[in-house]
């Protein structure tokens, strides 16, 4: 892991940890839940917000101002909202992806489950998402939360993630192989 990677990911595992913790005892978790989902949606649509959380030149009292509209927005829970807005002060919103990952993360532990990080070359449909968790739920033993994006450049196919396996379906990896062997033929 690069350098500003695992510092991103400590400074995330850190507040997610304390962001958690305290939904966990004021009994929000489900609400949790709920607001994590929609400030991930939130940052994958919104490059304006991608910009205010990764931009050097955006003050801290802008970038406070900012996260504090996006919390009230998506009314999140007061919790996750004060983690935010000790983000901002302290200039660590660039860590707001891998923290959206931690509580993501630790709600699924905490919930029994296991998250599937799912790439498909079209978008699944819901009896395809819940046939695919199914078996994953047959091979791991858990419950399993599929958690879907979509990459056209895989042709078809999935490439699925569990934790650390990861199981490369997709033609683009199939064709690229096949690159290869003909590369060591001739």
Known sequence: MSEPA?????????YATAIFEIAQDSKHLPKL??????LAEALNVSSDLRGVISSPVISRDEQGKAIAAVAKHLKLTPELSRGLSLMAQKRRLFALPQLIAQLRAKIADEKGEVQADVTSAKALTKTQADKLAKTLKANIGKDVKIHATVDESLVGGLIVKVG?????????????????????VG
């Open 6 to 14: 695992s510092i991103s990911s400590g400074i995330a595992e850190r």
């Open 33 to 38: 839940e709920t607001g994590v989902d929609a």
């Open 164 to 184: 650390s396996k990861m199981i490369d379906t997709s033609i683009r990896s199939k064709l690229a192989s096949l690159q290869n062997s003909m590369k060591e």
